[in-house]
């Protein structure tokens, strides 16, 4: 059964930092496309970050570019959303999906992300 579980949000300041992380349970991660999402009430659910399963490519939303990185780490089947400078307005639930070749998804429950002013 697959299972994603993200940590790490909380409770943060603009201009701070903050990682998000997902670990996967019945899925290795270095063999699916593994996408960050994020979800801020009344919006849609919003494409943030990928990691691709070949060659571990990286793709960004224009407007995290230069302050979001994704990573991961295939020995422990995690993947990482490195938040540099978060803005009010990227309050949200930040989602992990993963995509396997098939094109199923696996979403995580979400982790809650409150950045102040």
């Known amino acids: 059964q697959v299972q994603l579980a993200e940590s790490g949000g909380g409770f943060v300041q603009a201009g701070a930092s903050l990682r998000l992380s997902c670990v996967a349970s019945?899925?290795?991660?270095?063999?699916?496309?593994v996408a960050w999402y994020r979800q801020s009430p009344g919006k849609d659910r919003e494409f943030v970050a990928v990691?691709?399963?070949?060659?571990?490519?990286?793709n960004y939303a224009d407007s995290v570019k230069g302050r979001f990185t994704i990573s991961r780490d295939g020995a422990k089947d995690m993947v990482y959303l490195q938040m540099n400078s978060p803005k009010p307005e990227e309050t949200a639930t930040y989602y992990c999906?993963?995509?396997?070749?098939?094109?199923?998804?696996?979403w995580g429950k979400g982790t809650q992300d409150n950045v102040s002013s």
């Open positions: 999906n993963a995509k396997d070749s098939d094109g199923i998804n696996y």
């Open positions: 019945g899925l290795t991660v270095s063999s699916y496309h």
């Open positions: 990691i691709n399963r070949i060659g571990g490519n990286t």
